[in-house]
């Protein structure tokens, strides 16, 4: 499976951007889908996730209410809008997936097969 992350942007706070997460190679029916993020000098951070089995969305308490994660299946693709976006939000993010993933390590970063290759966040104050 490969993953192709985009949208990524310079935004100014307040403002909104919206990634997407495309996914090749193979039908990702069956897959959890993460985004993760990491910011200068930070290590990579869980922001939002929506698990195979029974749809449940996670978020990372930072983004909640203001990010929404989900999921287009007949496209293969994964969406994160962001909204209310803060100079804190600057990071790389990234999309991931995983067909084996469990509960208490969802939002683990090495507990996932496939990454995409990451796309720039930069909100000014």
């Known amino acids: 499976v490969q993953l192709q992350a985009s949208g990524g942007g310079l935004v100014q706070a307040g403002d909104s951007l919206r990634l997407s997460c495309a996914a090749s190679?193979?039908?990702?029916?069956?897959?959890?889908w993460s985004w993760f993020r990491q910011g200068p000098g930070k290590e990579r951070e869980f922001v939002a996730g929506?698990?195979?089995?029974?749809?449940?969305?996670y978020y990372a308490d930072s983004v909640k209410g203001r990010f929404t994660i989900s999921r287009a299946s007949a496209e293969n693709t994964v969406n994160l809008q962001m909204n209310s976006l803060r100079p804190e939000d600057t990071a790389v993010y990234y999309c991931a997936a995983s067909r084996t993933i469990i509960l208490s390590s969802f939002r683990v970063p090495s507990a996932y097969e496939y990454w995409g290759q990451g796309t720039q966040v930069t909100v000014s104050s």
């Open positions: 929506i698990r195979w089995s029974g749809g449940r969305i």
């Open positions: 190679g193979r039908t990702v029916s069956g897959y959890s």
